[in-house]
C-alpha cells in the first residue's frame, strides 16, 4: 500500500526565506502533483512532475522529483506572505489513483 | 464556467438522512473521483469511475454508493448519514494518464448533525 508522507506539517517562516517542503512515498511511482490549498477552499494545481529528475519553476516555488529516492522537494524562495496555504503532494498509485500527503500548513510572517 | 462543478456548496443534514453530492465536469475526460478532506489527514479517495461503466472502491467506500449517469456527471450518495461523515467533499476528473494534473471542484461542505 503506498504511504505518502510530508514533512515539516506545519511550518512557519519569515519573509525574504528559503525553505523546502520534503514529500516521500513508500513504493515506486512514476508521478507526482503538488498542490496548493487556501483555507475553505479546493486544489490548485502548482505542478505535475511526470518522470525522474524533473524540476519545475514557477515564480518563487520549484518543485523536484527524485523517483530512485522516492523524494519530491518544494522549495520556497524568498518568501511572500502570499504563499501562505497549506501545500500538499500526491503520489499516483496503480491505475491513476491520487494518494495524498497528510499537507503542509505553511504561514509565512512579515 | 468552472471546469468542476460541484452541488450543494454547503449542506446541514440530520443523522439517518439520504443525501445526494453532485459533480459534473466539462474538461472531456472520463476519469472521475470523489475525495473526503478531513482535517491532518489530506484527502482520501472515496470511489473513482474510468468510465460509464466502469466504477470502483477507494479506501474508504463504506456509507457511500455513487452514480455516473454520463460521462460528465458522478454523484456521491450518502444512504444514511452519520456524523463522522461531516467533512469536505471534493470531486475531481482527469486525463487518462494525468499528465495534465487532476482538476478539482471547489467542494462540498457536509455536516451531519
Known amino acids: 500500500e503506498l504511504k505518502v508522507e510530508q514533512n515539516p506539517l506545519f511550518l512557519s517562516m519569515q519573509e525574504g526565506k528559503n525553505y523546502t517542503i520534503y514529500c516521500n512515498y513508500s513504493?515506486?511511482?512514476?508521478?507526482l502533483y503538488w498542490y496548493r490549498q487556501d483555507p475553505g477552499k479546493s486544489l490548485e494545481s502548482l505542478f505535475v512532475?511526470?518522470?525522474?529528475?524533473a524540476v519545475k519553476q514557477e515564480g518563487r516555488l520549484m518543485a523536484s522529483l527524485d523517483t530512485k529516492a522516492r523524494l519530491s522537494t518544494l522549495h520556497i524562495t524568498a518568501a511572500v506572505h502570499d504563499l501562505s496555504a497549506t501545500y500538499f503532494c500526491?503520489?499516483?498509485?496503480?491505475?491513476?489513483?491520487?494518494?495524498f500527503g497528510q499537507g503542509t500548513r505553511l504561514t509565512i510572517n512579515p | 464556467d468552472a471546469d468542476v462543478t460541484q452541488t450543494p456548496r454547503n449542506r446541514i443534514t440530520k443523522t439517518g438522512k439520504r443525501i445526494m453530492l453532485e459533480c459534473s465536469q466539462t474538461?472531456?475526460?472520463?476519469?472521475m473521483y470523489w475525495y473526503r478532506q478531513d482535517p491532518g489527514l489530506g484527502l482520501r479517495l472515496i470511489y473513482y469511475?474510468?468510465?460509464?461503466?466502469?466504477?470502483n472502491k477507494g479506501e474508504i467506500s463504506d456509507g457511500y454508493s455513487v452514480s455516473r449517469q454520463a460521462q460528465a456527471k458522478f454523484s456521491l450518495s450518502l444512504e444514511s448519514a452519520i456524523p463522522n461523515q461531516t467533512a469536505l467533499y471534493f470531486c475531481?476528473?482527469?486525463?487518462?494518464?494525468?499528465?495534465?494534473?487532476?482538476?478539482f471542484g471547489s467542494g462540498t461542505r457536509l455536516t451531519v448533525v
Open positions: 500526491a503520489v499516483v498509485q496503480g491505475a491513476q489513483k491520487l494518494v
Open positions: 512532475l511526470l518522470s525522474n529528475g
Open positions: 469511475s474510468f468510465d460509464v461503466k466502469d466504477i
Open positions: 513504493t515506486t511511482s512514476d508521478r
Open positions: 475531481a476528473t482527469s486525463d487518462p494518464r494525468g499528465i495534465r494534473g487532476y482538476t
Open positions: 474538461k472531456g475526460h472520463d476519469r
